[in-house]
T-cell receptor, first 115, second 112 residues
């Protein structure tokens, strides 16, 4: 079984709809992240959480919100989706006490299309 | 402002030859650098890393070189194999802050 799972894997929605992307992990890591990938821009950080009570904005948080329901679960919401939020979304986890500092482990991604 | 840059969007190499992927950064506070590899329809996977106190780190066919004065790092793959065809991202952070700053990625194609 995959250590970091994301649901759904693909989603097509319409402008103005509310969308939630979910991430679950079995790695036991405290730190979780949400990124989006756009062609030519690499991965950009949306939000991150270092523990259940800690939520921080990343580079591009406008238009997004998150919820850390438990150590293992971190959800990303688009309250009112717009077409320029069409992208590939990745969840990641890390363990600051791990052998390799700051190595992040990524889920398989969610491809979101906003029409 | 792109703090980590990969200026080559793509690279094509013959099987068995060396692949060299380059990455430049602007923030002198970065003290840890990582390379990730990404296949289509999968998430990025960690490949190799280097601390700023070193100038080279090697793992099998993969070697990362760091030139701090030039704010430049490179990933060497020798010999290149068709299975190495993927998008490669370099990333950096500082002070074990947890947040990674990624470059735009370079798509490597290794031809048989």
């Amino acid at each position: 079984d995959a250590d970091v799972t994301q649901t759904p894997r693909n989603r097509i929605t319409k402008t103005g709809k509310r969308i939630m992307l979910e991430c679950s992990q079995t790695k036991g890591h405290d730190r979780m992240y949400w990124y989006r990938q756009d062609p030519g821009l690499g991965l950009r950080l949306i939000y991150y959480s270092f523990d259940v009570k800690d939520i921080n904005k990343g580079e591009i948080s406008d238009g997004y919100s998150v919820s850390r329901q438990a150590q293992a679960k971190f959800s990303l919401s688009l309250e009112s989706a717009i077409p320029n939020q069409t992208a590939l979304y990745f969840c990641a986890t890390s363990d600051p006490s791990g052998q390799i500092t700051d190595t992040q482990y990524f889920g398989p991604g969610t491809r979101l299309t906003v029409l | 402002d792109q703090q980590v840059k990969q200026n080559s969007p793509s690279l094509s190499v013959q099987e068995g030859r060396i692949s060299i992927l380059n990455c430049d950064y602007t923030n002198s506070m970065f003290d840890y650098f990582l390379w990730y590899k990404k296949y289509p329809a999968e998430g990025p996977t960690f490949l190799i890393s280097i601390s700023s106190i070193k100038d080279k780190n090697e793992d099998g066919r993969f070697t990362v070189f760091l030139n701090k004065s030039a704010k430049h790092l490179s990933l060497h793959i020798v010999p290149s194999q068709p299975g190495d065809s993927a998008v490669y991202f370099c990333a950096a952070n500082y002070n074990q802050g947890g947040k990674l700053i990624f470059g735009q990625g370079t798509e490597l194609s290794v031809k048989p």
